[in-house]
């Protein structure tokens, strides 16, 4: 798996001019580092007040950071994986009328694969900033700017994978799910980003000032 | 070396704990895989319009683009041992008056490093889109969405890196030094951003909805 390899062999795999893994596995492996900056910072001693009530709530949310992140780090995988297929069906046989039937609805099959696997890695994304609210209330002040950085690597895995979404979603020639997708993302896009707002204060931005110490 | 771990080893070494590797190391990781997209859109033999303009435009990023990668895998180590260094400092001895003098001159010194090593992280960052203009001209349009998320990583590289040089600027203890990198990176961001609005639009965005096919 991509995910066994060492860090530069990885960088070694994206860099390579091969269509895998490309962008959706780039935006799956970003999208698990920032849920690991979180679980650092909601598992660390020291927390905001060093009350039973901090120590409670950053428990609570470890386990749910943690499923999120290796959900994540299985779709840098999942990604590669399906769009392998997509790279497959486009090499089947077109010479008859059968062959070419079977090989469009084998592309749209593969098609829709390489679309709802990036719609997987939008959603664990975007769920991962949620958790920054109860970082910024009750974790280490020490480490916000590690919190900062985990918030915007979060949202940009899920700008990245509903890219991916985007240029996938025509192709599987499904126009209800394309829409569904689309309204789905552009929905999680606005829900996370007001919610953030409210975070990001707490956190000590300053509009789009990074906090200072 | 972190970089030579495997990938599941280094985000759980993410998720530990211990603030090293934090914010910093995952902004450069991150810049890196931005980095690698471009490698691999440049590399591709198939080129927006197959002509040999197209393959010496890209050819001639390449390796531009593979000097950020190489400075920005070393970052990943860079940043952690320049925080590694930060918490030595504190765990000085502050006992008499020459020991306090001492141990605060340290922590500065050391603040002074953990500033440089994300200002060098933010100025590769800021250093990759750069070169989607080149790949959004000649490059494989197929992999239009690979330049849209190594773009937007790129950014968040940088954004991230700028985040732990606003935390520990002001611990460097030298207001012109910190008003310096703070300006400089203000600057970064803004320059970015605007030469970035371009080659977005090149690419197929429409305002902030990304491309399809």
């Known amino acids: 798996?991509?995910?066994?390899?060492?860090?530069?062999?990885?960088?070694?795999?994206?860099?390579?001019?091969?269509?895998?893994?490309?962008?959706?596995?780039?935006?799956?492996l970003t999208g698990a580092l920032a849920a690991a900056?979180?679980?650092?910072?909601?598992?660390m001693p020291k927390t905001k007040n060093g009350t039973p009530?901090?120590?409670?709530?950053l428990d609570a949310a470890l386990p749910e950071l943690k499923?999120?992140?290796?959900?994540l780090t299985g779709l840098v995988d999942r990604d590669?994986?399906?769009?392998?297929?997509?790279?497959a069906a486009y090499k089947l046989p077109k010479t008859t009328d059968d062959e070419k039937a079977a090989r469009k609805a084998a592309v749209r099959e593969a098609m829709r694969g390489a679309t709802d696997v990036p719609l997987e890695t939008a959603r664990a994304s975007f769920a991962v900033p949620r958790f920054t609210q109860v970082i910024a209330k009750h974790g280490n002040p020490n480490a916000k700017s590690d919190a900062s950085v985990a918030i915007g690597l979060a949202?940009?895995?899920?700008?990245?994978?509903?890219?991916?979404?985007?240029?996938?979603?025509d192709s599987v020639g499904d126009a209800d799910y394309a829409?569904?997708?689309?309204?789905?993302?552009?929905?999680?896009?606005?829900?996370t980003a007001m919610t953030l707002r409210t975070t990001m204060e707490e956190l000590g931005w300053k509009g789009h000032q990074p906090p200072r110490s």
């Not at 795999?13 to 596995?25: L, Y």
């Not at 499923?67 to 959900?71: D, E, G, I, N």
């Not at 829409?179 to 829900?191: D, S, Y």
């Open 53 to 57: 009530e901090d120590r409670a709530a």
């Open 67 to 71: 499923a999120l992140r290796t959900a």
């Open 1 to 28: 798996m991509l995910v066994d390899r060492s860090v530069r062999q990885l960088l070694d795999a994206f860099a390579a001019p091969t269509p895998t893994p490309g962008g959706g596995s780039a935006a799956a």
């Open 155 to 169: 949202m940009q895995a899920a700008g990245g994978a509903r890219a991916n979404v985007e240029i996938n979603a």
């Open 37 to 43: 900056l979180l679980e650092m910072v909601a598992s």
């Open 80 to 87: 590669s994986a399906s769009y392998d297929a997509v790279v």
């Open 179 to 191: 829409a569904a997708v689309r309204g789905e993302l552009e929905r999680l896009t606005m829900e």
